[in-house]
């Protein structure tokens, strides 16, 4: 195993260099992190299952224009989007991953004297952007299941609000507020205000298994509503950074504008186009990670934990030892400390495969019980 430690001991110690940063707290960095090959990765929410042969060819074949800028080669991509989510091109924004458009996003709406509405705890990026810009941050606690609170969220809405944010499924816990549950939020929305729900987990829910369009079912509300989606998770393009946004014609070619959306390299662009083709291919590994994912649930239950109700392709454990995380660590398996999405006393375990996940729950009884 190489040098690596447990998220606490990774954090620099805050303002060495006496520059003004706008947000007080100590950041957060990957630098110094070093995983050997021989450590198990249960603490990023990627997928345990490498790309398809297919896939690669596809890389191959694109890394000879890498030369050129990406200008214009979105098209393509867009359009087999557009043509899968049920929606026009137009409608649909590409970015290099979905966090850098989310974050563009909360810089353009924030501000100061703007409020920007999120749930807590949830995904870092949005009170790191927020408190960027100087946003006044809203954060609303989760529900007990580790879901969003979609009315508390809706009461939090004042006339300064700029920007809403819901996480579904949310992360770290990975509970599910149902899409149906968003329409108070809608009719609640304060004017100019947007509302942008982060899908990142989308199609380990249930509701996509049912056939289910999620969030996009509101595009044409008449409301400003804007949903993310990635390439990192379902169709397992992490390392590619390749994200999206849908949103109304008109409110996507706003934040086009405002925002100066664009920047995916060009392997990601064909590399996710791909993807898309291959869907049910990632289907069929998206249900045995779901099946992983129930097998783990009730693993940890049987060891004690009381995990949370999860619709992603990870589970939280509350309640867990704070140095669980670590010694895990130490004997070569990587879980997501709580302690670093603001979950203390708790660890989040993204579901590996088969075996990984047989490994990890030998080292929690080596060590736990
Ligand atoms: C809730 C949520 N949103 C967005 C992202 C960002 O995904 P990416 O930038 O890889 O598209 C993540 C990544 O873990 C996430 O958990």
Redesign the pocket.
Known sequence: MGDSMPDEDTREAQNRTGLLWADPRTPFTWRGWSFGADVLRFGG?ESPYPPPQELVDAIAAASDRMNRYPFGMETSLVEALGARLGCSPEQVMIAP????L?EAVIKGLGGPGREVIYPDSS?PAYRGAATAVMAQSRPVPLRPDGTCDIEGIAAACTDRTSLVIV?NPN?PTGGMAPTKELRPLIEALPAGALLMI?E?YWEFTEEYAQGGRGALDYLECGRPVLVTR?F?KFYGL?GL?V?YGVASSEIAGELHARLRLGGSNIVGLVAAEAALGLTDVFAERAERIKAERERLAQAFGDLGFEPLPTQANFVFCPHTDDDLPARLMAAGHWVRDGRSVQMPGGMRVTVGNPDENDQLLAAIRAIAC
């Open positions: 929410n991953g979905s966090s850098a989310l995904y996480c992360n982060d990142a990635t990192s992490a950074r994200g």
